[in-house]
């Protein structure tokens, strides 16, 4: 492989905002739900870099043949890599495509094809297009992909794009729930700049009360690292949602203390206590292998189910917080009985069909 940008690509990178920024020069597009990928294409090698450096083209083989179909000759394409179904995107699914053995990625790449979506073009023939603005790198990329007379461009997409902070709003209102993770925000002079944060990005956040059920500790064997929270379903079981994290070193030695007095006799009658033994869905108990880490220590230690915390998260996915939550009180007002998936705001899936044909 021989191109004017090769791999590895650190792609360019975003700082959260909390609301849609408003000013002239500025290009929105969709965030999606997705693995970011940076497609290298010379001729009939193709190669999908992650965000981290991690190969992911065996891993997507079904994209590779789709991908030879759509791009010009050489080129490399920054953009996300996704799974559509008729209800949204489906991150939970996607991440069941990064599995070791061989005949299994074959059989998911027939049964849970992906799509990826473009959103920026690095580079073209000869061409090193990384210095050149946005706003020509976009026409560029439009150029490459708005048209399709022969339907090479089955499951590849090209990310809508507006100069109007008024459709964005709708956007970041209206798509939610169907995998649209909120707004990116580019300045249309913007060259590309690696492993930089110059984009800004509009995400979803609310706040949920959930019941705090054990803790992980910090890598450094003495903090907290992670408290394990749980909400109960219609039927009174408490299913594991996720963790809020991100604490600083002096709040992790805190909550050392603080969880303490929860610690003594939490086993006894836990209703995750059995999950060390056997749980049919690895997925919702916190012990689970990590997928992107399978060397990673999850283990956690119980606590007795009797404080409840404020947290703030972005979404819900699977029954599950999408990214990790953040600690924003403790709520010694709230029952724990009272922490149920009632309480949560959760938007309808939208129509996804106009933007992916595949969503039909």
């Not at 990064?98 to 473009?118: D, Q, Y």
Request: proline letters at 8%; a negative charge.
């Amino acid at each position: 492989m021989d191109l004017p940008v090769m791999p590895p690509v650190r792609p360019m990178l975003a700082k959260a905002v909390h609301e849609v920024p408003r000013a002239a020069g500025l290009r929105y597009e969709p965030k999606w739900d997705g693995f970011r990928c940076v497609v290298f294409r010379d001729g009939d090698e193709i190669e999908l870099g992650s965000r981290n450096d991690r190969p992911l083209t065996r891993y997507f083989p079904e994209l590779v043949e789709l991908l030879a179909a759509a791009l010009p000759p050489r080129c490399v394409v920054d953009g996300e890599i996704v799974l559509v179904t008729p209800t949204g995107l489906d991150f939970e699914a996607l991440q069941l495509r990064l599995h070791p053995a061989a005949s299994r990625v074959r059989k998911l790449a027939e049964e849970t094809p992906a799509s990826f979506v473009a959103f920026d073009l690095l580079a073209l023939g000869d061409r090193d297009l990384t210095g050149e603005p946005f706003r020509e790198r976009r026409r560029e990329l439009e150029g490459v992909l708005a048209h399709d007379p022969d339907g090479a461009l089955r499951r590849v997409h090209l990310t809508p794009l507006t100069d109007d902070a008024d459709l964005a709003q709708d956007w970041f209102t209206r798509f939610e729930g169907a995998g649209f993770d909120g707004v990116m925000v580019k300045q249309a002079e913007l060259p590309y700049e690696q492993d930089k944060r110059v984009m800004w990005k509009v995400k979803h956040e609310r706040t949920a009360d959930c019941v705090v059920a054990g803790f992980r500790w910090h890598k450094d064997g003495e903090s907290v690292g992670s408290l394990l929270l749980g909400l109960f379903d219609d039927a009174g079981t408490l299913h594991h949602v996720g963790v809020a994290s991100s604490f600083t070193a002096a709040r992790r030695r805190e909550l050392v203390t603080e969880l303490e007095p929860l610690r003594e006799n939490a086993l006894e009658g836990h209703p995750w206590r059995t999950w060390a033994e056997y749980e049919p869905d690895p997925g919702r108990r916190p012990g689970a292998m990590s997928r992107w880490a399978p060397q990673k220590d999850l283990s956690w230690e119980p606590l007795r189910t009797e404080w409840v915390a404020e947290v703030r998260y972005e979404h819900l996915q699977g029954g599950r917080f999408r990214h990790g939550g953040r600690l924003v009180r403790f709520r010694p007002d709230r029952e724990p009985a009272s922490c149920t998936y009632a309480q949560l705001d959760e938007a309808p899936p939208a129509e996804l069909a106009e933007l992916f044909g595949e969503a039909r």
